[in-house]
């Protein structure tokens, strides 16, 4: 008995020494809290995208609060978190432009078709490892949700074979572009313009056959721009959003309707 009674004191000693030893050694190695981070972490949305190119919210809180990064880069937040954040820094809020992610594509089932019958697993990123991925153009929306997947806005679904984003919900916050693998989604500003929405560079001929609403590099739309808004690089057309108009004159030019107009 007496024997036990030892063995439960010495163990009960020892957890009481190693518990004050623990207690010494997190006041002493123990980490001052920013409180200005903390106010400014408070004011961040918690999205922790990674949009701002901090590791998340709380990387981007420091920053701020060190003075090493600037406010407005806080994609979901928006103007309401800049004008928060600004106020805690004590500084002028700038102005914030609103964005949005837009596809890069309109290749729908009724305008191209897969490859071959998939029947693995439900993934674009998996999809591409097999034969570099289902449709028939290697450049476009391959509509197995990886994006959908990845939006914690419930911003962006497939339809018919193809994403499409609702700008109404969308926050700019990157991930659907992230989740990508062909790399078709960008982030643009919300503004009136016109979009080119096909990202295929194969040449026209060979657009034409992979789908009937490509771009097949025609520079009608380039031509037809006054403003010098459209360049057509590698057989594909790029609408530079700050240059362009909204005239509408590539849109009636592009031959192939893969130019629209995208509504703030």
Known sequence: MNSILLAVGIVAGIGLLIGLILSI?????????????EKILEALPGANCGACGFSGCSGYAEA??????EPGLCAPGGLACTKAVSEILGVETGSVEPKVAVVKCMGSLEHT????EYSGIMSCAAAMKIGGGLTACSYGCMGLGDCE?????DAIHVNNGVAYVD?????ACTLCVKACPRGIIEIVPQKDMALVRCSNHDKGGVTRKLCDIGCIGCKKCEKACEQGAVKVTDFCAFVTPELCTNCGACVEACPQHCITFFKA
């Open 25 to 37: 050694a997190s006041i002493i190695m123990a980490v001052p809290k920013d409180e200005k981070a």
């Open 64 to 69: 701020l609060a060190k003075g090493k990064a």
């Open 113 to 116: 078709t897969y490859k071959a």
């Open 149 to 153: 997947a990845a939006c914690p806005y």
């Open 167 to 171: 700008g109404s919900k969308c926050r």
